[in-house]
């Protein structure tokens, strides 16, 4: 029999030091009980659009089995081209800067690895979403987080962004709209932060999985700003926008040079994404913009009931401009995020996601998801507020 | 129209049991305005109804049939298919009357309890009126889909896992 040390050096060190996620622990807590409102989810409550599964499986039926090429097909990345410019006034040239992904996920993956050598630090702008530190540590880079906070509406402040700077600092990676904040950046803030970005010669992953999902001011690309483009890793996909989770493709969009060394390091580990997921991906692209209005309209209307219902049960959240999260406080229960959320499930079988799972920064908040249907939502308000007032009357 | 009136309209059409509340909540609008916009376009007739859809077919001993009879008529001076179309909508058993292109001019949806009410009806009543030229009746067998609602779908409920990042 193996000694349990045996056991664990044959796992590598970086390995080892990487922290499982803490939404892991919570998923299991969760799965088991029942009758479980949950606001943990983060991806829509929609199905993916009928013409698109029609025309995934239509490639199918067709016989489009076999591999693409390494970029994704041609067709598909001259549709993301015109798409990023006509939505959001960003060309790129689908010859030679875009490449799809499985998931925005291995974009983020590498992104980090095209640009990263071991011992560079990558400025992480939390909370966010989990995957970005260990990506940068897996990669042999040395991640530091940089906390926005709420006085700011959560959005990252140049100030911060300095103070984080070191003379090894390569990138910086940013997600706005913000999971799990909900938060946005403006192009008078992403233009101050540019400069900084400038000065210090850096540079951007931006992952703007969430830019269909701005309610009140339309999305603004980092790689708008002048001078930003060379500098930028553009990240997107079709997972949120056009309710694609399960389908696992997205892309990611860079200079020439990057986009090379992206690509290198994918058709070595992924060859290429799934070739009915791009098909599907494709007719999203041609003929799904109207789903896309839709699907924003009925996220924006129960963005703006939550907001006012939980207002009414006392709990303290600041208006997210995009995604589909509000990330209400929680301090005044006397509760750390990962008790009130575990007791929440306990007590009143409302799932909820600890702000802490997203950066140190989100501790005293809670991840509440509002794509789910609006009865549910209702019986997860009064829920909270029959929590929330036995809390209080026991303060 | 405005796009407040519009995003009502929407809601509504979608779910006529949500309250007054939940729509200001949703818009952000107030109670008081949600109010004013919903009886002002119940006053202009715009709003007209709010209806519920069934499944009859899940109810027990209920028997109940559907046809939809292609009518052609004879248009008259004037007042072309109105003045027929209101003789033919003022039967209480006509669910839907259109306008149609094409082959034939009145689509007639009509329900009954039994079949020979229908066949009574056609005979009786709709041959009857002087512009119908002719009719041709087709009986509802199975309704798949109805005002954009699936019927005889399993509820299977929510698909996703119950936490993710």
């Known amino acids: 029999m193996e000694s349990t040390t045996g056991r664990k050096q044959r796992l590598s060190q970086t390995v080892q030091h990487i922290k499982p996620s803490g939404i892991r622990r919570f998923f299991d807590m969760a799965s088991t009980m029942e009758d479980v409102i949950s606001l943990g989810v983060g991806e829509p409550d929609f199905v993916t659009p009928w013409n698109v599964r029609?025309?995934?499986?239509?490639?199918?039926?067709?016989?489009?089995?076999?591999?693409?090429?390494?970029?994704?097909?041609?067709?598909?990345?001259?549709?993301?081209?015109?798409?990023?410019?006509?939505?959001?006034?960003?060309?790129?040239?689908?010859?030679?800067?875009?490449?799809?992904?499985?998931g925005a996920s291995e974009a983020i993956d590498i992104a980090v690895r095209a640009i990263v050598d071991p011992g560079e630090e990558v400025i992480v702008v939390e909370p966010s979403f989990v995957?970005?530190?260990?990506?940068?540590?897996?990669?042999?880079?040395?991640?530091?987080?940089?906390?926005?906070?709420?006085?700011?509406?959560?959005?990252?402040?140049?100030?911060?962004?300095?103070?984080?700077?070191?003379?090894?600092?390569?990138?910086?990676?940013?997600?706005f709209p913000n999971n799990p904040t909900g938060t946005i950046l403006e192009e008078s803030e992403l233009l101050e932060l540019s400069a900084v970005i400038k000065e210090?010669?850096?540079?951007?992953?931006?992952?703007?999985?969430?830019?269909?999902?701005?309610y009140?001011?339309?999305?603004?690309?980092?790689?708008?700003?002048?001078?930003?483009?060379?500098?930028?890793?553009l990240i997107s996909g079709f997972s949120k926008a056009f309710a694609m989770t399960g389908w696992r493709v997205g892309y990611v969009c860079a200079p020439e040079d990057i986009s090379a060394a992206m690509l290198k390091i994918h058709q070595y580990t992924m060859m290429c994404a799934s070739t009915l997921a791009q098909f599907g991906a494709l007719e999203a692209l041609r003929d799904g913009q109207d789903d896309v209005k839709r699907?924003?309209?009925?996220?924006?209307?129960?963005?703006?009931y939550m907001i006012?219902?939980?207002?009414?049960?006392?709990?303290?959240?600041?208006?997210?401009?995009?995604?589909?999260?509000?990330?209400?406080?929680?301090?005044?229960?006397?509760?750390?995020?990962?008790?009130?959320?575990?007791?929440?499930?306990?007590?009143?079988?409302?799932?909820?996601?600890p702000g802490s799972v997203f950066g140190e920064g989100g501790e005293g908040y809670v991840r509440c998801s509002y794509a789910t249907s609006m009865d549910s939502l209702k019986t997860a308000v009064s829920r909270i507020e029959r929590f929330l007032s036995k809390r209080k009357a026991a303060q | 129209m405005d796009h407040k009136e519009l995003e009502i309209l929407h809601l509504l059409e979608g779910n006529a049991r949500l309250d007054i509340e939940t729509i200001a909540k949703m818009t952000e609008m107030t109670i008081d305005e949600v109010e004013q916009i919903i009886q002002k376009l119940e006053d202009e007739n715009i709003i007209l109804n709010y209806s519920t859809v069934?499944?009859?077919?899940?109810?027990?001993?209920?028997?109940?049939?559907?046809?939809?009879?292609?009518?052609?008529?004879?248009?008259?001076r004037g007042v072309g298919f109105?003045?027929?179309?209101?003789?033919?909508?003022?039967?209480?058993?006509?669910?839907?009357?259109?306008?149609?292109?094409?082959?034939?001019?009145?689509?007639?949806?009509?329900?009954?309890?039994?079949?020979?009410?229908?066949a009574r009806f056609v005979s009786e009543k709709l041959s009857a009126l002087d512009s119908v030229i002719s009719t041709t009746t087709h009986f509802q067998l199975k309704t798949y889909k109805h005002d954009g609602v699936v019927f005889g779908e399993k509820r299977e409920g929510d698909k996703r896992i119950v936490v993710s990042p």
């Open chain 1, 308 to 353: 006012e219902a939980f207002k009414e049960i006392g709990l303290d959240c600041h208006v997210p401009g995009g995604a589909f999260y509000l990330f209400p406080s929680i301090q005044n229960t006397g509760l750390n995020s990962e008790e009130f959320a575990e007791q929440l499930l306990k007590e009143e079988q409302v799932a909820v996601v």
């Open chain 1, 216 to 233: 009140d001011t339309k999305h603004y690309s980092f790689p708008k700003i002048e001078g930003m483009k060379d500098r930028t890793i």
């Open chain 1, 200 to 214: 210090h010669d850096l540079m951007v992953i931006s992952d703007e999985i969430y830019a269909e999902l701005s």
């Open chain 2, 54 to 76: 069934i499944d009859w077919s899940q109810v027990r001993r209920y028997e109940g049939v559907t046809a939809m009879i292609d009518v052609k008529v004879t248009p008259q």
């Open chain 1, 54 to 102: 029609e025309a995934s499986i239509l490639s199918m039926e067709r016989g489009y089995t076999a591999y693409t090429a390494n970029a994704g097909m041609l067709e598909l990345r001259k549709e993301i081209a015109r798409y990023l410019e006509d939505r959001f006034d960003t060309p790129y040239n689908p010859e030679s800067e875009i490449v799809v992904t499985v």
């Open chain 2, 82 to 118: 109105d003045e027929v179309a209101e003789r033919i909508h003022r039967f209480p058993e006509v669910k839907a009357l259109y306008l149609m292109s094409g082959a034939y001019d009145l689509s007639v949806t009509i329900e009954a309890g039994r079949m020979t009410e229908i």
């Open chain 1, 295 to 304: 699907m924003v309209i009925s996220y924006r209307q129960r963005r703006n």
């Open chain 1, 131 to 175: 995957s970005y530190a260990p990506i940068v540590s897996l990669a042999g880079g040395v991640p530091v987080s940089v906390q926005t906070k709420k006085e700011n509406g959560f959005k990252l402040t140049p100030a911060e962004l300095k103070e984080a700077i070191t003379p090894k600092t390569k990138a910086v990676i940013v997600c």
